[in-house]
C-alpha cells in the first residue's frame, strides 16, 4: 500500500464540520480518482483529474469539493455533510496515457454524526 | 455501454478446495478486464488484468482468470483455497478516454468465505 497512501484512516465529524481527506501516489501517475464504497452498493465514481484538470464530476453534491494542486496530490474537502455521506472514500491513480490500470489507496473511513 | 455481472453475490468453500468466481461482461470492443481484490477494512488490490495478449491471465496468490469472447466471460480460479482468501473480490471493465485517463465499471462483488 506504499504506492497510493490516504490520510486520514478514519474520521468521525458532525454535519457542521469542515475536514478534508488527503490522497498522495507516489508512482508517477497523471490521472487521480475519488471513489465512494457504501453498504450494499457498487463504488461510485466521484472525481477524476488528468493532469490536474477536473475531467469527471458524476452529479456530487457541492458539499464535496476536490481539490488537485498538482499530479501527486489529491484533496477532497467535506463541509455540511450528511449521515448518509458516511461510507469508504477511496483515491486511486492511473497512467502514464494509455494505461488504464488505477491503483488504490487504503481508503478513509468517514462517520458523519 | 459496458457492464459487469458478478453472478454470485456470495461464495462459500472449505480450505484447500477450488474456487469459482464468475463474471460475465459486456462490451462493444476489445475490453480490458480487471479482478480486484478487498480485504475488510482495506482498499483494493489489483489480483490481474486482462488485456488481449493472452486469453489465460495469471495473476498474485494463485489465482488466474479465463477470457472467453464466445461466452463473454472472465471467471477467476484458484486450485485450492486458502484461509487468507476471504475477502470481497471485484471484476472491472475499463473504459478509455482520450484525456488519459479512465473510467472501471464494477460488478456488484463476490463475498468469498472459506471454512476450516
Known amino acids: 500500500e506504499t504506492g497510493v497512501t490516504q490520510t486520514p484512516r478514519h474520521l468521525v465529524m458532525g454535519m457542521t464540520n469542515k475536514k478534508s481527506l488527503k490522497c498522495e501516489q507516489h508512482?508517477?501517475?497523471?490521472?487521480m480518482y475519488w471513489y465512494k464504497q457504501s453498504a450494499k452498493k457498487p463504488l461510485e465514481l466521484m472525481f477524476v483529474y488528468s493532469l490536474e484538470e477536473r475531467v469527471e464530476n458524476n452529479s456530487v453534491p457541492s458539499r464535496f469539493s476536490p481539490e488537485c494542486p498538482n499530479s501527486s496530490h489529491l484533496f477532497l474537502h467535506l463541509h455540511t455533510l450528511q449521515p448518509e455521506d458516511s461510507a469508504l472514500y477511496l483515491c486511486a491513480s492511473s497512467g502514464p496515457s494509455g494505461e488504464d490500470t488505477q491503483y488504490f489507496g487504503p481508503g478513509t473511513r468517514l462517520t458523519v454524526l | 455501454a459496458q457492464s459487469v455481472t458478478q453472478l454470485d453475490s456470495h461464495v462459500s468453500v472449505s480450505e484447500g478446495t477450488p474456487v469459482l468466481l464468475r463474471c460475465n461482461y459486456s462490451?462493444?470492443?476489445?475490453?480490458?478486464l480487471f479482478w480486484y481484490v478487498q480485504h475488510p477494512n482495506k482498499g483494493l488490490q489489483l489480483l490481474l488484468k486482462?488485456?488481449?495478449?493472452?486469453?489465460l491471465v495469471k495473476g498474485i496468490n494463485g489465482f488466474e482468470a479465463e477470457f472467453k469472447k464466445s461466452e463473454t466471460s472472465f471467471h477467476l480460479t484458484k486450485p485450492s483455497a486458502h484461509m487468507s482468501d476471504a475477502a470481497e473480490y471485484f471484476c472491472?471493465?475499463?473504459?478509455?478516454?482520450?484525456?488519459?485517463?479512465?473510467?472501471?465499471?464494477f460488478g456488484a462483488g463476490t463475498r468469498l468465505a472459506v471454512h476450516p
Open positions: 472491472v471493465v475499463s473504459e478509455k478516454f482520450s484525456g488519459g485517463y479512465n473510467k472501471l465499471i
Open positions: 462490451s462493444s470492443y476489445s475490453p480490458s
Open positions: 508512482l508517477g501517475h497523471n490521472a
Open positions: 486482462y488485456t488481449s495478449a493472452a486469453t
